[in-house]
């Protein structure tokens, strides 16, 4: 069973992200707030959900919480300043747009670099175990399938609808044979069972 807070005496955001390992597209940040007395049946990490319960939870979380945001962090700045930094930058752009300042963050992951004085604690795995860091994964990757479903539509070719960005093995081979779309990551490299390329 998810925790609802980390630090419970503190209004606590948690922050999760959505397509660092991605070959094209930006990485997407969710920074949200829950009610104390939060719960949502079948809220969980986002990746242990169907395509459908996350698009079923979405609009409840963003109903419910005090204060939630999404923001990004788009390909071009992802190979300018490296997707670590930029997972971290899109975490930051998050926090900026809450309506309420958090006391406290809990961040998915290992890492993170420290947003104004704000105190926090990374947490592995946190988007199985606290309940805003798995609604914030949830906004995080239904807007970013969304972003990628909308891109799609210039560039079918590469599938975006259905592979949101990431190296599937069709993905790849698109890229292989037809090069890179303006979307692509020029820092990340392609790879087949026969070759390896880079934008």
Not at 5 to 32: K, N, S, T, W
Not at 90 to 103: I, K, N, S, T, V
Not at 131 to 143: D, E, F, P, Y
Not at 176 to 185: D, E, K, V
């Amino acid at each position: 069973m998810l925790l609802n807070c980390y630090q419970i005496e503190f209004m606590e955001a948690g922050c999760d992200e959505a397509g660092r390992g991605c070959l094209a597209g930006p990485v997407v940040a969710a920074a949200v707030i829950l009610p104390k007395d939060f719960y949502l049946d079948g809220l969980n990490d986002s990746k242990q959900l169907s395509h459908k319960q996350r698009d079923e939870l979405r609009p409840i979380i963003e109903e419910k919480a005090l204060a939630w945001a999404v923001a990004m962090v788009d390909h071009e700045e992802i190979d300018k300043i490296n997707i670590l930094n930029a997972s971290f930058l899109a975490m930051h752009r998050a926090l900026d747009q809450l309506l309420l300042r958090p006391e406290y963050l809990v961040i998915d992951g290992n890492r993170f670099k420290p947003y104004q004085n704000i105190k926090h604690s990374c947490i592995v795995k946190g988007d199985g175990k606290y309940l805003n860091i798995a609604a914030a994964s949830i906004l995080a990757k239904t807007h970013r399938d969304e972003y990628m479903s909308n891109l799609d539509l210039a560039y079918p070719q590469y599938e975006w609808k259905k592979n949101k960005g990431y190296p599937t093995i069709a993905h790849r081979k698109a890229v292989i044979a037809l090069g890179a779309s303006p979307y692509h990551r020029k820092t990340f490299n392609v790879s087949s069972p026969q070759l390896t390329i880079k934008f």
